[in-house]
């Protein structure tokens, strides 16, 4: 695999305080990667690092083999950000045709059009007066626009109704398939266990867990199978086995925790239980997340 994004030995201090402490990573070509960790953790610091808005206190950070400010980088690069801002007086479609102006190989116009939602009317509407949402579709097409090999976003789906927020993860999926490499930041973990091919978890600053959503969750997670079944019907004869962790019943349903949930489904048939409404759970992110964070401390 190419190597993209390589960080090593990353360190980021202000007024003695440390934002980003001794990480080290590699992203490759194709990857779609997802940041994720509570307020204060290190991820937009990391993010301004990549993107050469502020320089390491200690190591290195590498795009393509070169430094992130080299103008090589900056042209197969396109980011959205937390805070969107437009430029004045100049409409929508002015601005898309401005920066894609400054890349050698830009995304057609109609391509990016396409992908990302925008309307005849709002290409025509002064960027000042778009709304909240219109202004990030803008923001979302700027990323796109230089057709760039590595696109990195921050929090990209805050403020977004479902349809755009589909929409956008559409496009994500999209420019996967190519091959881009995607870097992205969220507080929306359904986003990152469905989207993602990799989590880099982050706490105070450093790196806890980095893997696929089934790796990061299968540390703490434990797969199980649920169903419903009447509370009268004895499950003592799946306690005799020694596949099952353990046996519980929440909002109606009994959870079968084991690490070989096919075995489960085995046992239920072969025990002949009258249960139905069978699902197969693998474990919740949100069960990793809070678990490898808790104890986080003060936002630096």
């Known amino acids: 695999m190419n190597e993209v994004l390589t960080l090593k030995n990353v360190t980021k201090s202000f007024h003695q305080k440390t934002a980003v402490d001794d990480i080290s990573f590699t992203i490759g070509k194709g990857e779609v ?59 929508v479609q002015e601005i898309l045709e401005l920066i894609r102006s400054y890349y050698p190989h830009p995304l057609p116009m109609s391509e990016l059009i396409s992908l990302t939602g925008l309307t005849g009317e709002e290409l025509k509407t002064r960027a000042e007066k778009l709304s909240g949402g219109q202004k990030r579709r803008l923001s979302f097409a700027l990323a796109l626009a230089g ?69 990061i969750k299968s540390q703490i997670a434990k797969p199980s199978v649920s169903f419903i079944v009447d509370p009268e019907t004895s499950l003592e004869k799946l306690y005799l086995h020694t596949e099952i962790d353990d046996i519980y019943r929440k909002n109606n349903r009994v959870y079968v925790q084991s690490s070989n949930t096919d075995r489960v489904l085995e046992l239920i048939f072969q025990e002949k239980l009258a249960v139905r409404d069978i699902q197969i759970e693998r474990g919740k992110l949100e069960e990793v997340y809070e678990e490898l964070t808790r104890g986080t401390k003060e936002a630096v």
């Open 147 to 215: 057709n760039p090999e590595l696109i990195i976003f921050d929090e990209p789906t805050v403020g977004m109704d479902i349809s755009s927020r589909s929409r956008f993860w559409q496009t994500v999926d999209s420019f996967a398939a190519q091959g881009k490499t995607i870097i992205f930041s969220t507080h929306y973990l359904q986003e990152a266990d469905d989207v993602a091919d990799r989590i880099l978890l982050f706490k105070d600053g450093t790196i806890v867990a980095d893997g696929t959503p089934a790796q």
């Open 33 to 91: 990667v997802a940041i994720l960790g509570p307020n204060g953790a290190g991820k937009t610091t990391t993010i301004s690092m990549i993107l050469g808005l502020f320089k390491p206190s200690a190591g290195e950070v590498r795009i393509f083999n070169h430094l992130p400010q080299e103008k090589q980088v900056r042209e197969k690069i396109g980011t959205m950000l937390q805070e969107v801002s437009v430029m004045p007086g100049l409409k």
